[in-house]
T-cell receptor, first 114, second 109 residues
Framework: DVKVTQSSRYLVKRTGEKVFLECVQDMDHENMFWYRQDPGLGLRLIYFSYDVKMKEKGDIPEGYSVSREKKERFSLILESASTNQTSMYLC?????????????FGPGTRLTVT | QKEVEQNSGPLSVPEGAIASLNCTYSDRGSQSFFWYRQYSGKSPELIMFIYSNGDKEDGRFTAQLNKASQYVSLLIRDSQPSDSATYLCAVSRDDKIIFGKGTRLHILP
């Protein structure tokens, strides 16, 4: 079974703090993704990576950055957290190639920025 | 036109009946189609994926794809209370994936 884990289930941070969200997958997947999910807006892609040290912007990259130093680990960084970044953050992974393959999600991190 | 459209629901179905969830998409270049189940407060869980026209069955679940009409559906037979969740449809091609906003399904005991 594919296993995707995320470092925290719940996180509370203050405005202006730097926030790190970590994601690890154990299935040797090439592709990794970061989404946020908000009521009424659905899942929105922030960044994705198709290889170590590679990253591509998704639909809403502003205010975020990512890091992929190892194949199994993909980190999302909020450089200076703002209240509008309060959301559920979901990491996913899939086999290599493209978006055409099924993605497996981690349990999610519910981030609150106060 | 929304790229991936689902009725938000809630869709109420009696226990033991067939639940039918529908999804339409606008991009004719779409190649892969996925159904995810998401319980409240949890992350999406992959249920089915389908690439070719026709039906694909897995246990109580059947995915149906009609590329000419640009819709994909999910049938759940013998619905159980544990099937109560939000079901997300996702449509992808090589360079992008689009998720629908989901349909809330409520199985009535």
């Amino acid at each position: 079974d594919v296993k995707v884990t995320q470092s925290s289930r719940y996180l509370v941070k203050r405005t202006g703090e730097k926030v790190f969200l970590e994601c690890v997958q154990d299935m040797d997947h090439e592709n990794m993704f970061w989404y946020r999910q908000d009521p009424g807006l659905g899942l929105r892609l922030i960044y994705f990576s198709y290889d170590v040290k590679m990253k591509e912007k998704g639909d809403i990259p502003e205010g975020y950055s990512v890091s992929r130093e190892k194949k199994e680990r993909f980190s999302l960084i909020l450089e200076s957290a703002s209240t509008n970044q309060t959301s559920m953050y979901l990491c996913a992974s899939s086999v290599s190639g493209s978006f055409s393959y099924e993605q497996y999600f981690g349990p999610g991190t519910r981030l609150t920025v106060t | 036109q929304k790229e991936v459209e689902q009725n938000s629901g809630p869709l109420s179905v009696p226990e033991g009946a067939i639940a039918s969830l529908n999804c339409t998409y606008s991009d004719r270049g779409s190649q892969s189609f996925f159904w995810y189940r998401q319980y409240s407060g949890k992350s999406p869980e992959l249920i089915m994926f389908i690439y070719s026209n026709g039906d694909k069955e897995d246990g109580r679940f059947t995915a149906q794809l009609n590329k000419a009409s640009q819709y994909v559906s999910l049938l759940i037979r013998d619905s159980q209370p544990s099937d109560s969740a939000t079901y997300l449809c996702a449509v992808s091609r090589d360079d992008k994936i689009i998720f629908g906003k989901g349909t809330r399904l409520h199985i009535l005991p």
